[in-house]
């Protein structure tokens, strides 16, 4: 991880020069602006993780620099400090968004404490929204995202065993961790385990543990998952693709909670709740002998299903504006604005990578736009043309490819718009009489639209 990266700004030379000395004896980065103005130059131009600003300076004081700081960057920790201080400048320094206010001279001690907490508590405030912007698969008014909600609450109390199925990207990993953080097991730990990424010969290890010496490479005893989510949650992803020889061995242990470590003799107990996922036909895998049927009963009490993103393309806006605003705050980007056009055009898309392409998609787009973000700026951003609702038909004569594809447009262009034309038609950049024709020609019925 780089050093943290310190912007000092102060018009007098030498507090500049005495305390980029003193913060690189820190192993802080600095960076030196003589006035507000330049200060601003060089948020725009690289990352700050800190800053570290004079209020009396000429021409932009350190509060108005401030408040412009804010419009750029709403998160990055400010501490202001002033040899005039007051009451009312420090409020005011407060209100703006400064952490901290200290006054001149400050002590070098005083001033690396106050800086240090700062980082420490922007990398905890960073981690946290990080940590609830992987909540968004679970956003959404549409009645798919409330069924999903509903099971959760109504399952997450209890003790059983959960099967999690869904197409990759649709968030079953997030399904789970909800799970958990609702129900009695909240405190203890969530530990999860994708059984696609364990080589098979390391499975059983990885579960249960081992002792020293039990294989080439096992240098010290280790505790296996198992043991590690006592007393929480255990959290089996992928299942579908764990080895047939294993899954005898995980019933055993799912039916009395006792194991033995490879090349142990000890037997331990663990108080584990299982929760699976998979993106497989389990039945499937099943019908042909590569899941036990027993194991399949007792990992599928309840069963959950995450749906693609095709079956709730009406939760696009909200997605969309959560994770905009999630990788504005990971990134300390200004706030940015989807259109509605920008967001019509992104509801069209195919998005069979699910809510994970999605989210990609979003910090893609805002990465490559300089402003709010317009239909331009997310057609520049795609990899892959527009695609309709129901996804346009592939065979077929082209006159009626052209109106399969017009025709789910100006559906979701209406509803969108909540079924009035004039905007609908604004937004496609038609004349309101021109739309009219282009439904009766297409046999979409207005008044049942929006």
């Known amino acids: 991880m780089s050093k943290p990266r310190i912007l000092i700004v102060d018009d007098d ?10 913060f690189a004896l820190e192993g802080l980065t600095t960076l030196a602006a003589s006035s507000a103005a330049r200060a601003l130059e060089l948020v725009d131009a690289q990352r700050v993780d800190a800053v570290l600003t004079d209020v009396v300076m000429p021409e932009m004081d350190g509060l108005s620099f401030l408040q412009k700081l804010r419009e750029k960057d709403p998160y990055v920790p400010v501490v202001v400090m002033s040899g005039q201080a007051n009451l009312d400048m420090a409020i005011r320094a407060t209100r703006l968004g400064a952490l901290d206010f200290v006054e001149k001279p400050v002590g070098l001690d ?14 905890l405030e960073r981690e946290n929204r990080d940590l609830r912007s992987e909540t968004g698969t679970l956003l959404g ?43 009695p097991r909240k405190d203890g730990p969530f530990v999860p385990m994708n059984c696609a990424a364990v080589p098979a010969e390391l499975v059983e290890s990885e579960l249960f543990g081992h002792e020293k010496g039990a294989f080439t490479g096992a ?3 280790r505790r296996g998952l198992f043991e590690q989510a006592d007393g929480g949650t255990l959290f089996l992803d992928e299942i579908g693709d764990m080895p047939h020889s294993m899954q005898a061995k995980l019933l055993r242990v799912l039916q009395d909670g006792r194991f033995i470590r490879v090349g142990g003799s000890t037997t331990l107990q ?6 699976s996922a998979t993106n497989r036909d389990i039945d499937a895998l099943v019908g042909d002998g590569r899941f036990r049927e027993d194991l399949l009963y007792r990992i599928n009490t309840v069963s959950i299903r995450t749906p693609p993103l095709r079956e709730h393309r009406e939760d696009v806006p909200a997605l969309v504006a959560h994770f905009a605003e999630a990788a504005a705050l990971r990134n300390r980007w200004r706030p940015r ?21 999605l989210r990609n998609v979003v910090e893609r787009i805002l990465i490559l736009s300089d402003g709010d973000v317009t239909a331009d700026g997310v057609r520049e951003a795609l990899p892959t043309p527009p695609r309709t609702q129901s996804g346009t038909p592939t065979e077929g004569a082209l006159r009626d490819l052209a109106d399969a594809f017009e025709r789910d447009v100006i559906r979701e262009r209406l509803k969108l718009h909540g079924g009035h034309v004039t905007n ?27």
């Open 337 to 357: 604005v989807f259109s509605d056009d920008a967001l019509a055009l992104l509801r069209l898309q195919p998005w069979r990578g699910n809510v994970r392409e």
């Open 270 to 275: 663990a108080d584990v709740r299982l929760l």
């Open 141 to 183: 008014a549409s009645a798919p995202m409330q069924r999903v909600r509903a099971l959760v609450e109504r399952a997450a109390p209890s003790d059983a065993a959960i099967l999690i199925v869904g197409e990759n990207g649709t968030g079953k990993e997030l399904v789970a961790r909800a799970i958990h953080a609702g129900s």
């Open 424 to 450: 609908a038609a604004k937004s496609l950049d038609l004349e309101r009489s021109h739309l009219y024709k282009k439904c009766r020609q297409l046999g979409i019925d207005i008044r049942e639209e929006g």
């Open 219 to 221: 240098a010290a005893q």
């Open 13 to 22: 030379s030498g507090t500049l020069d005495s305390l980029t000395r003193a």
């Open 110 to 123: 005083r001033l690396l404490v106050t800086l240090r907490n700062a980082l420490r508590l922007d990398r």
